[in-house]
């Protein structure tokens, strides 16, 4: 919606509620120029609320206002508060928060808001607490909220991680015996195939190699004697086929075959 560095915004939707979720980062209050940035900074929020009027409203940030102390920006803040039918959390009955920043451990304020939606802030409110002991290298101190919405609970399947080759690391002595993995398990692979097409008193064989071709055309041998049926190889054509261009040609290096005792003749076409 705009191209601010201050202001950015989550929507969380499911079935039972549409919550958004808006993190700020105010301007410091000392000159004309902040206020102006300040009351700006505002208005991207108010359109935010504006565009998103069937959600619940959690605004979360450095808001560099304190609401105990007068000023311009606070009554920037005060104001919108109402208008937009929001709350800070600070004026919530069961409040404990006592400072989120500290200059130099001399003085204390709490600049540090969350402001929510008025059904949010009058039923919704769990926990709300500043974590004071923890390694901070900030003179924020982490604000939390805690709250209760009655939607149902989305779980998560964890993550699966699949280990991949580094080969920008890989040896020549890691490559070799890649190859050598590949070439061994590719051997082992049995390539299905339609081993045969009949309409009537016409078949056609098909065979990923000669060997397979052969054995093919032992069955049919086998058949024909077990049957008392004769397979004319006059009859009979052999088309070989190039895996790499798609084309046929005739062999000149291929093992002939044979059915009934006869060769079987190739062709092109």
Known sequence: ????????????????????????????????????????????????????????????????????????????????????????????????????????????????????????????????????????????????????????HYGFKSPKYETKPSWDKATSEHISEYKRLLRDNLHEIVLPFLGALAYADDIVLLAPTHRAMRNMLALCDKFGSDYHVVFNAKKSKCLYFNSRTNRSRISTTLPLFSVGGNDIEFVDE
Do not use: W
Not at 20 to 38: R, S
Not at 65 to 81: Q, R
Not at 90 to 109: G, V
């Open 1 to 152: 919606m705009s191209d601010s560095r201050r202001v950015c915004s989550l929507m969380l939707s499911c079935a039972e509620f549409k919550l958004l979720c808006v993190n700020a980062y105010m301007p410091f209050e000392d000159d004309a120029t902040n206020f102006d940035e300040f009351s700006r900074q505002l208005a991207i929020i108010d359109e935010l609320i504006d565009c998103n009027p069937d959600c619940h409203i959690v605004l979360g940030g450095d808001f560099n206002v304190d609401f105990s102390h007068n000023g311009m920006h606070t009554d920037l803040l005060n104001d919108f508060c109402p208008v937009r039918n929001v709350k800070p959390i600070i004026r919530h009955p069961c409040n404990n928060i006592d400072f989120t920043y500290n200059f130099n451990m001399k003085s204390f304020s709490i600049i540090d808001h969350f402001i929510l939606s008025d059904q949010l802030f009058n039923s919704s409110v769990k926990n709300k607490n500043v974590i004071h002991d923890v390694d901070n290298t900030s003179d924020h101190d982490p604000l939390f909220l805690e709250l209760e919405l009655a939607v149902a």
